[in-house]
């Protein structure tokens, strides 16, 4: 594959990441906003389709990241390589905590929005509680670190 090619999907991979990371974490910031079940499910059961665009983003940015640096001679031993590839990990596990939550309140608001729709405390804790937010922040922050190690290229 031509260097073109792999440096396109490389970049293709980096918008779909940052595109689902910006839509799943704007829809869990406006369901907290809302108090109606259905409104927050009419919120968050589009999460799926950012959480969609984030795994095809984190695939091809692994991918053809790898590859890029293959072609380019650097490999995988370069620090600035290891750093983005343990942030792409962490980035990972703590935005897949962060949705796990909003998973189980998009769930809840489902259900709740079935029955008489009317406001919950339970669903309001899950769709508030400030550590999965937080880690969904932090996952962000670590996609930002990541694109400044990519641009920087520290030696």
Do not use: C, K, N
Not at 65 to 77: Q, R, W
Not at 137 to 153: C, H, K, P, R, T
Request: charged share 10%; proline share 4%; no cysteine.
């Amino acid at each position: 594959m031509a260097l073109t090619h792999v440096l396109l999907f490389h970049l293709l991979g980096v918008v779909s990441f940052f595109a689902g990371a910006a839509v799943v974490g704007t829809l869990q910031v406006a369901a907290t906003r809302r108090e109606r079940p259905s409104e927050v499910y009419a919120l968050l059961r589009l999460a799926p389709v950012g959480a969609a665009l984030v795994g095809t983003g984190a695939l091809l940015t692994l991918g053809f990241g790898i590859g890029l640096a293959e072609h380019e001679g650097l490999g995988l031993s370069p620090a600035w390589i290891r750093a983005a590839l343990g942030l792409w990990v962490a980035a990972m596990v703590v935005g897949g905590y962060g949705g796990r939550t909003a998973r189980r309140a998009r769930h809840l608001a489902a259900r709740l929005a079935a029955g008489d729709d009317a406001p919950s405390s339970e669903l309001h804790a899950l769709v508030a509680a400030r550590v999965p937010l937080w880690a969904s922040y932090a996952s962000g922050l670590m996609l930002l670190a990541i694109l400044g190690l990519m641009v920087w290229q520290p030696t």
